[in-house]
């Protein structure tokens, strides 16, 4: 798909990210503001939940204690997986900024979460089969440290190939498609693509960026804890948190996936 839209953002892809999604932002902040309440109510559920009920539920059963909370994070996901195929399909389908900006202004909640809900299950289904053997490796080998540092830089690897996958999950008409797109991560052209001077060089600063923000804002909580100022920054964090899942992860993974198409090689 040639989107000329996406081949602009890609002239400058950082400031063209966060000028994007802060139009995004200003274009619909009650969206924003229902969005993150609801997120972070399911937050706090997925991880109380466990505290308050797990030893009740641990006597019931293991489990179904355990059943419990693969459901809360599931749900988390669905919906996280869902915000990303809206806006990343709203991208593509826009020719313009001010497009994409009146599009947004007028996107309800309803809409946000419910328009690919079966894709999302689809792509949340197929994550969830593609970690769970390396959650029963962990606890069946108990490699502590070591097993954790390679998760990490697993986890790091998937990262950086993720905006390609996303953009075959948009493409998904359904649930099958979905699925299967997203296992395109073992697909040797998927990576084949991701070897991009351009694609690597925005994937790598926005995580270092990102990574950057998030650590100085952790920091500036530590000093303030136990302070009226820590509530303050919880809730910075919390707002920052949101402005990244909603606008800057899907905005920033169509533009990578763009300048993947670069003809520009890291191998040539």
């Not at 991560?185 to 950057?212: C, D, T």
């Not at 509530?231 to 905005?251: D, G």
Request: proline share 3%; with cysteine; glycine share 2%.
């Amino acid at each position: 798909m040639n989107n000329p839209f996406l081949k602009e953002l890609a002239q400058n892809p950082i400031a063209n990210t966060f000028k994007l999604a802060f139009k995004m932002f200003l274009s619909n902040k009650f969206l924003f503001t229902i969005v993150t309440i609801m997120f972070t109510s399911f937050t706090i559920i997925q991880y109380v939940a466990p505290l308050t009920f797990g030893r009740q539920l641990a006597e019931i059963s293991m489990v179904l204690m355990i059943a419990v909370i693969l459901f809360m994070n599931s749900i988390t996901q669905i919906f996280t997986q869902a915000n990303y195929l809206y806006i990343c399909k709203m991208l593509l389908d826009s020719s313009s900024e001010e497009e994409c900006v009146n599009t947004m202004a007028s996107t309800m909640v309803s809409t946000l979460f419910t328009h690919y809900f079966v894709r999302a299950i689809g792509s949340s289904f197929a994550i969830v089969l593609m970690v769970l053997p390396f959650i029963a490796m962990r606890e069946e080998l108990n490699m502590g440290a070591y097993w954790d540092m390679f998760l990490m830089l697993l986890l790091l690897l998937v990262l950086y190939v993720y905006p390609i996958v996303a953009y075959k999950i948009t493409l998904s008409k359904n649930f099958k498609e979905a699925f299967i797109a997203t296992f395109s991560f073992f697909s040797p052209a998927v990576w084949k693509q991701s070897f991009n001077l351009s694609y690597a060089k925005f994937v790598v600063l926005m995580m270092v960026i990102l990574s950057g923000v998030y650590y100085g804002l952790d920091l500036l909580s530590e000093d303030a804890y136990y302070t009226d100022v820590s509530i303050v920054m919880m809730l910075i964090m919390a707002i920052f948190t949101m402005f990244v899942l909603l606008y800057i992860l899907p905005i920033s993974m169509m533009i990578a996936e763009q300048l993947s198409k670069d003809k520009e090689r890291a191998n040539d």
